[in-house]
């Protein structure tokens, strides 16, 4: 089963939500965002070159034009190695964990295993954001001392934000998943 769906983040851009089932046990949600935008990566920079150059025509020093130069594209590679997130995924596979990874603009991955032995459940939760409630979907860790009692929270989808209505989605799978182990 695969299902591809469009969505909206909580700033209301548009994201997409891919659904696969690899087996009754084993089920993957990818959310993905929209790619660096060329558009906005030439207005950012001609407006920082721009005033270089204003600088550069009162101070006539080519050290601000080398400097702006540099600014910017030490800028664009540490936003596109650090800071944008093409797509987030999140893999659930019954009986032995969550596997959930973040991959950027520039290629590089970032991977977290979580064993189901110590997932207490995966929920909605909600939080204050600015003037805004927003949910989140997160994994509940269980406490090594108590059983009973939440460790910690780990947020899924943490880059790409999506709303109640993906969330509900990815959620309602990870549970069936869950309640078969």
Request: glycine share 4%.
């Amino acid at each position: 089963m695969m299902e591809d769906e469009a969505f909206t983040d909580i700033n209301g851009k548009a994201i997409s939500l891919d659904c696969q089932s690899h087996s009754g046990f084993c089920r993957e949600f990818t959310v993905s965002s929209a790619k660096v935008s060329i558009g906005k990566v030439t207005v950012y920079t001609c407006c920082v070159w721009l005033l270089a150059y204003i600088m550069f025509v009162f101070t006539e020093n080519t050290a601000v034009l080398s400097s702006a130069i540099l600014i910017t594209l030490v800028g664009m590679m540490l936003h596109i190695h650090f800071v944008k997130v093409d797509h987030e995924s999140l893999l659930v596979i019954g009986s032995l964990g969550i596997q959930v990874s973040s991959s950027y603009a520039s290629g590089r991955e970032t991977t977290t295993f979580i064993e189901m032995s110590k997932i207490k459940d995966i929920v909605i939760n909600e939080a204050i954001y600015m003037h805004h409630i927003i949910y989140y979907l997160c994994v509940l860790l269980k406490d090594p001392s108590e059983p009973n009692a939440v460790s910690s929270v780990v947020p899924l989808f943490q880059s790409s934000k999506p709303r109640l209505n993906c969330l509900v989605k990815v959620y309602k799978s990870c549970q069936e998943v869950l309640s078969k182990c």
